[in-house]
Every structure is written in C-alpha cells, then in structure tokens.
C-alpha cells in the first residue's frame, strides 16, 4: 500500500502502478478515479500569466544581457556537465513514457504525447509572437539545427513530458522527477542552447502544456481509499467498525465516520498527497477571499492535522466541551491521520424547541472558555455548535489559531451570536448573549455583526433562514441600550442617491468632452493596419490591475478582509475616478468602505491614506530607480499646460495655509482637533504597526509594484498592435510620470492631461505622433473609459450587500 519507496510491490496482482516487474512505479492502479485538481488551474494561470510577461519583454533586455555575459563566463571545461544535466532531462522523459508503455497505462502515454503536441504548438506561437516568424521545429524534434533561441524548444519538450507524467508517479520517483527537472533547466541555463528568457519560457510552456493536459484527462487521485485508511488505523491499534466516507465541508480533508471496538463514535479526518495540495491553494484563495483564512501555511500535511490536534487538546483542557483526540500519526502512503473520539449533534440537526435557554448560555460558556486559553475558533457555525457527549462546546479547530487578537475574539462572539440566532432567533439568541457577556460584552461586538465577520457557510446559513443582520445589529443596540455604531450605519438612501446621480452626470460629461475632443480620421489612419491580437490581449491585461490593487489594499489594513469585496470596491473606484481626481476617489471609497467593515474610523482613515500614499511613494521610487539605472529617460514636454497647473498649485498651497493659520488661531477648532487626536491616536498607531507585519508589508509593496508592471505591460501590448517595440523600462517611466503629474493636478480622472502626455511620451519613445495618439486612446479607453462600466455595477453591487 506504501508509496514512500521504490520496493516489492505487494499488491502486483492487482495491477497497481507496475512498471518494472516486482517495482511500484506508479501511485494508483489503473481504474482509480481521476480528478481535476484545483492546482493545476493556479499553475495555468500564472505560468500563461509569466509566458506573457516574457514574450511581451523579448528581445532581451539590460538585465538579460548580463546574465548571458555571466553565463558566457562560466568555465568551458564544465560545458559537458551542463550537457549531461540537459540530456538527463530527456532521457528522464523517455524512461517515464517507456514505464507508462510497460506497465500498459495507455491513458499516461497519450497524455504525454498530448502534453508533447501542445507543447510544441505553444513554443511555435510564443516564437511568432516575439520574433516575428514561424520556427523551423522540426530541427528542434529531431535535435537539428535552426532551433529558435527563443523560447527554449528542447526544454518545453522534455518538461512537458515528465511534468504531465509525474502526478501519476510514487513519491520518491516525483522527488527525484523534480530534481531532474531542476538540474535539466540549470543544464539548459549554462550549456547556452537558448537565451535565459527563453529557457524560463520553454518551462513556463511546458508546465502550461502540462497543466492543461492533466486538466483535460485528470489525475488519479491523490487521497486514500476506505480500505486503506482502515488498514492504517488496523496497524495503528485503532481498529474501526462499520466506517463509512463522510463529505466535509472544508475542501481537502477525507473524513470518516466509524465506532471504535467499544462502540464509541469515531471520526477520522486524513490529509492526503492532493488533499494537503488542494489545502494549501485553499489557504491562499482564502487569505485573499475570506475573512476566515484559516490556519497558516505549514510545511507539510503532518503539520495541519498536528495543528487541529493542538488546538482541540487545548480547548479541551480549558473546560469547552469538544472531541477527544485519540491519535495523530502517518499512514505508510505518508497520509496525515487525526483520530477524534466522541458523540456530536451540531445545532444545525436540532430545532428551535430543542435548545434551551440554557443551553445558549452554555454555548457562550465554552466560546469564554476557549478564549481564556489563547484559542480562537474563527469558524463558528452551525456545524461546529454543537453538543459533545450529551454537553454544549465547540468542534473542528482545522481554521483556529492560537493568534489571540481583540478583533479575532469579536469575530467569534459574533459568528456565535449568528450561528444561535439562525437556529433559535434573533431574540432568543440576543438574550443568551447578554445573560453571558452583559451588555457591555454586546455592545463590543456590534462593529463584527456583519457579513465580512462571518464564515461563507455561516452567511448562506443566515440567508437561508432570512435573518437581517443589520435588523440584528439594530435590536442588538436597541437592547443594550447604545447607539448603533456610526461605521455600521445604515446609509441615508436619499442623499447617497442624489450623489449617485451627480456623479453619473459629470461621469457621462467626462466621456463626452472627451470624445468630441478626437480626431477620429487621423485615429481611423493610424488604427488601420494594427494588429488586432495585440489590441484584444492588452484589453484583457488592462483589467487585471484591480487585483493586485486590491491586494495592496489589504496590505494596509491590520484587520483580515475578505479579498472579493475589495476586488469589488477597486472596480467601483474606476466608476468614481471619472468624477473625482484617482487619488481622492480612491481614498474616500476605501475609508467608507473600511468602517463598514467594522474597522475604527480613525484606522479607516489611516489605511486608506497609507494605501493611496504607498502607491505614490512607490511610484516615486521607481521612477527614480528606473531614471537612474537604465538608459531611460525622462522627456515629457507639456508646456501647453503648465501655466493652469502653476495657478492650480498655488491655489491649494494658499488654501493650506488659511488651513493652518485658522487652526493656530481659532481655540475651539484647535480643542476639536487635540480631542480627535487623542482618540485616534491608538487606533492610528496601530494601523501603522501592521506594516512591521512582513506578509503586510509584501503585499502593499508587491501589490503596488505588480500594478504598475501591469498597466506598463498594457501600455506596451497596444504599442505592439501598431507595430512599435517599447522597451519595459520606457513604458514603465512614461506611466509612472503621467500618473504622478496627474496626483497634483485634481482634474477628474485626468482626462486631457493623461492623453497628452502619454502621446508625448511614446513620440520620444520612437513612435509617430498619430500611432502614438491611438496607443494613448486605446490605454485610456481600457484602463479608464472602459471599466466605470462594470465599476457602476459594482458599486450597486457594494451598496446591496451593505459594504458601504
């Protein structure tokens, strides 16, 4: 049953993954069942994603060229061990198809071959792209000459085959599958058969040929079966009966439900090989996605049932009513088991009759109790409510933390007081929470009562039995006897719809006088031998700035948010953009948007302000980064308006300084002001500290970086469809500058300004002045223009579910 080394294989007879006589090769026998993992499609996107990127780069630049020349350095006498490793790459493929071909598994060797096709057909696209010309492959097939240095044809060959092959393998044999894999591109890297970027392009086509393929076929499935789960425990001492397969509801986690040889309930969860991969891709979905992320990334499988183990152990000890942990241990398939032993009925299969008053007060006992250990569950629900034994408490502790902060103990309380109020009602369950937390206690969570608080199953649950949570919030403070907080207040309809509208109209006024302002003959002119292919991808990356917008946004924030509403508020920035300058747009929606996640106003103010500076600063820096150490220049004649922008300026430095004179001599205002401080102070500070938090720290740094890398890849997408080569290093300059002047100038969504400049800009980058006017408006059209469109939508869709 073991996969963890190559050895006599015991169940030969069965025909389970033979490719040499009494040598298991592969994982599976040949009628397991086959899945599409969720980690391929992660591995598609960002291989196609980083293909792009290398193919739009291409001929090489500054960076490149150095690398070549380090390259070149290299000793000649080691050429042949860089030869050795290329081959072994290859001679790696040729074994595994020749297993597959042995042991008669006939579904691997056509995905290999397909794999091989796609592979192919994807170097010959990817050369056409950035050479300009059809390869000649078949030197490439048949180790001919004429093989193109760009991508790297012979790597994706190979690497497309042993990646396809390789899911399918033992463990052993895919460890030693990832080393050839490595000593095959550091081969390909130093023998010199193809540029750098082209040997990094040859894998990233091979993984995106692979990938696609074990998407189209499947993969034999990484989780265990019942029997051998069951002979694990056997060999364990934990003998199981009448065992049957549960579904969970958390992605990864095989799950049985069984009794021990006492006749005592049993559950049984296992993190397999694909289970620990499909976890581990959850944990990042849902760092982004969910407010819940769950527990953090841990090195191996081993760690995440230790971790749930843990964790149950200690709220066990703390007196809340949960499982007994039996055993955690590994299978010999290198499987994680963790044993709980106990009698559950969760809230979700009682009704309202069967819960007692009594019952909820014991319910907030064991949450009291969880806490006062360091344990926070931050998976509350109507599942994980439950009697244990005949008592109230809590089970299922795979998404807890011994992270205790204020903000996670109100999260609790509030999915609690939810999970309570679907099952008995709103009343019922507000009064449990006051006889167990006072009205203090209740009045405290209030500013978590709300969807981004609550687990998606949690929320669906709320839906379904039609409960209001803000109607909940609202009785909550009504009961307790305070006002409902100012950052959750129902918003007035009547003048946020009177904005609405007046921003719709100066948007609409926007895009006219924009448009009348086009010399359409002269764009007609310059558009009418573009390439069309070009146009339509740079539309299509031009859209994928929102998302690492929205993960800079989180990076600012000290609180956990869910990434989709932030994903949703950075569309409905563009709606806002055609009627308020970016920065300010921006800014106010985000700050709005933060205290209607609970978030204190002053830290909503403090994020907001640390997102929109940090892009500034960031730009600031690169830019002169970019000035300093490449051949890029700064030359953007805009003369024509610089005599309004100097006015501009010197209306708003006027307007700062009556700002400060009136502040130093008016006593109640500069009182107003030294009493807000005080106050916010704290929440300022703390907002400030969350940057000292390294994963913070990458993602509003790497967020901002990766958007302006984006939009200069849009940029330079649109200049190749009319025919011009612009360099990364110039598109980003050219961006970064018209986006900065456009932050000191408050003219809406810098309509004129940006166009201009961006003509300006790529005429010094070579371009003619028409094509380089069609460049600007396409990049406009689809980073500006176009979005408000769906932003408008998205914007609604905020206000529906009450984020702003």
Same mark, same amino acid.
């Given at each position: 049953m073991g996969d963890v080394s190559v050895t006599a294989d015991p169940h030969g007879a069965a025909g389970v993954g033979r490719g040499l006589p009494g040598v298991r090769v592969f994982s599976s026998p040949r009628s397991a069942a086959r899945y599409r993992r969720a980690t391929d499609v992660f591995l598609l996107a960002v291989a196609l994603l980083g293909l792009a990127f290398l193919v739009v780069a291409y001929p090489p630049g500054r960076f490149e060229r150095v690398l070549v020349t380090l390259v070149a350095s290299v000793p000649g006498v080691l050429r042949p061990v860089w030869s050795a490793f290329r081959l072994l790459l290859g001679l790696w493929a040729i074994v595994l198809v020749a297993s597959a071909v042995v042991s008669r598994r006939w579904s691997v060797v056509v995905q290999a071959l397909a794999?091989?096709?796609?592979?192919?057909?994807?170097?010959?696209?990817?050369?056409?792209?950035?050479?300009?010309?059809?390869?000649?492959?078949?030197?490439?097939?048949?180790?001919?000459?004429?093989?193109?240095?760009?991508?790297?044809?012979?790597v994706a060959e190979t690497a497309a085959v042993s990646l396809t092959i390789g899911p399918h393998l033992v463990r052993p044999l895919q460890s030693a599958g990832r080393w050839v894999l490595?000593?095959?591109?550091?081969?390909?890297?130093?023998?010199?058969?193809?540029?750098?970027?082209?040997?990094?392009?040859?894998?990233?086509?091979?993984? !995106?040929?692979?990938?696609?393929?074990?998407?189209?076929?499947?993969?034999?499935?990484?989780?265990?079966?019942?029997?051998? !789960?069951?002979?694990?425990?056997?060999?364990?001492? !934990?003998?199981?009966?009448?065992?049957?397969?549960?579904?969970?509801?958390?992605?990864?986690?095989?799950?049985?439900?069984?009794e021990d040889d006492r006749g005592n309930p049993v559950l049984v969860k296992v993190h397999g090989r694909d289970a620990y991969d499909n976890q581990l891709l959850e944990k990042v979905w849902r760092t982004l996605w969910y407010q819940d992320?769950?527990?953090?990334?841990?090195?191996?499988?081993?760690?995440?049932?230790?971790?749930?183990?843990?964790?149950?152990?200690?709220?066990?000890?703390?007196?809340?009513?949960?499982?007994?942990?039996?055993? !955690?241990?590994?299978?010999?398939?290198?499987?994680?088991?963790?044993? @709980?032993?106990g009698e559950t009925r969760p809230i979700a299969e009682l009704s309202a009759d069967e819960l007692g008053d009594e019952d909820v007060r014991a319910f907030w006992d064991a949450l009291d109790a969880l806490h006062r250990v360091g344990v926070v569950h931050r998976r509350i629900g109507t599942q994980t409510v439950a009697f244990v034994g005949g008592e109230p408490g809590l089970v299922?502790?795979?998404?807890?933390?011994?992270?205790?902060?204020?903000?996670?103990?109100?999260?609790?309380?509030?999915? @609690?007081?939810?999970?309570?109020?679907?099952?008995?009602g709103a009343e019922r369950a507000l009064a449990g929470a006051r006889a167990a937390l006072g009205d203090a206690g209740v009045g405290s969570l209030l500013p978590y009562l709300q969807p981004a608080a609550l687990s998606g199953t949690l929320r669906q649950a709320s839906r379904d039995a039609g409960l209001d949570l803000d109607e909940l919030r609202k009785a909550a403070a009504t009961a307790v006897g305070v006002e409902e907080p100012g950052l959750v207040r129902l918003r007035r309809v009547t003048w946020w719809t009177f904005a609405q509208t007046a921003l719709l109209i100066l948007a609409a006024l926007a895009v006219?006088?924009?448009?009348?302002?086009?010399?359409?003959?002269?764009?007609?002119?310059?558009?009418?031998?573009?390439?069309?292919g070009w146009i339509a991808l740079g539309l299509v990356i031009a859209q994928a700035p929102r998302l690492t917008q929205a993960l800079s946004t989180l990076g600012s924030l000290t609180a956990d948010l869910r990434f989709g509403p932030v994903y949703v508020m950075q569309l409905a920035t563009n709606y806002m953009n055609l009627a308020l300058p970016s920065s300010a747009a921006r800014l106010a929606i985000n700050i709005?948007?933060?205290?209607?996640?609970?978030?204190?106003?002053?830290?909503?103010?403090?994020?907001?302000?640390?997102?929109?500076?940090a892009g500034t600063a960031i730009q600031g820096i690169l830019l002169a980064v970019l000035l300093l150490l490449t051949e890029s220049t700064l030359n953007l004649d805009l003369s024509a308006p610089s005599g309004g922008l100097l006015v501009v300026l010197g209306i708003l430095a006027a307007l700062l300084v009556l700002a400060i004179v009136g502040v130093l001599l008016i006593g109640r205002v500069r009182r107003e002001i030294h009493s807000r401080f005080r106050t916010w102070w704290p929440q300022v500070r703390a907002s400030l500290g969350a940057l000292r938090a390294s994963s913070k720290l990458a993602l509003l740094v790497g967020g901002n970086l990766a958007t302006e890398v984006l939009f200069?890849?849009?940029?330079?997408?649109?200049?190749?469809?009319?025919?011009?080569?612009?360099?990364?290093?110039?598109?980003?300059?050219?961006?970064?500058?018209?986006?900065?002047?456009?932050?000191?100038?408050?003219?809406?969504?810098?309509?004129?300004?940006?166009?201009?400049?961006?003509?300006?800009?790529?005429?010094?980058?070579?371009?003619?002045?028409?094509?380089?006017?069609?460049?600007?408006?396409?990049?406009?059209?689809?980073?500006?223009?176009?979005?408000?469109?769906?932003?408008?939508?998205?914007?609604?869709?905020?206000?529906?579910?009450?984020?702003?």
């Open positions: 794999s091989l096709a796609l592979a192919v057909v994807a170097c010959a696209v990817a050369a056409r792209l950035a050479i300009g010309t059809w390869p000649h492959l078949g030197g490439a097939l048949w180790n001919g000459s004429g093989v193109p240095r760009f991508p790297g044809v012979r490595a000593l095959g591109f550091l081969g390909a890297l130093l023998a010199g058969e193809a540029a750098p970027g082209g040997v990094a392009a040859g894998f990233l086509i091979a993984t !995106v040929a692979a990938a696609g393929v074990r998407l189209a076929f499947g993969t034999s499935a990484g989780r265990p079966r019942l029997p051998e !789960v069951v002979e694990a425990l056997a060999a364990l001492g !934990v003998v199981l009966e009448r065992p049957e397969v549960e579904d969970w509801p958390v992605s990864g986690v095989f799950a049985v439900r069984a992320t769950g527990p953090g990334v841990r090195l191996g499988r081993n760690q995440v049932a230790e971790h749930e183990a843990l964790l149950t152990l200690l709220a066990r000890g703390g007196g809340t009513a949960t499982h007994e942990v039996v055993r !955690v241990a590994t299978t010999p398939r290198n499987d994680a088991l963790l044993v @709980l032993r299922d502790f795979g998404g807890g933390s011994t992270v205790f902060t204020p903000d996670r103990q109100g999260t609790d309380r509030a999915q @609690l007081l939810v999970a309570t109020a679907v099952r008995i006219l006088t924009f448009a009348t302002n086009i010399d359409y003959d002269q764009l007609g002119a310059a558009l009418e031998h573009a390439s069309w709005r948007f933060f205290q209607r996640q609970g978030i204190a106003p002053a830290a909503a103010v403090t994020a907001g302000a640390i997102d929109s500076f200069a890849v849009t940029l330079g997408l649109f200049a190749l469809g009319l025919g011009a080569h612009i360099s990364l290093w110039d598109l980003l300059v050219i961006n970064i500058s018209i986006s900065l002047l456009g932050a000191f100038i408050p003219i809406p969504g810098n309509i004129g300004v940006a166009e201009l400049g961006l003509t300006v800009g790529l005429t010094a980058a070579g371009m003619t002045e028409e094509a380089a006017l069609a460049v600007a408006i396409l990049y406009r059209v689809a980073t500006f223009y176009l979005p408000p469109t769906w932003g408008f939508f998205a914007l609604r869709w905020l206000e529906r579910n009450r984020y702003l």
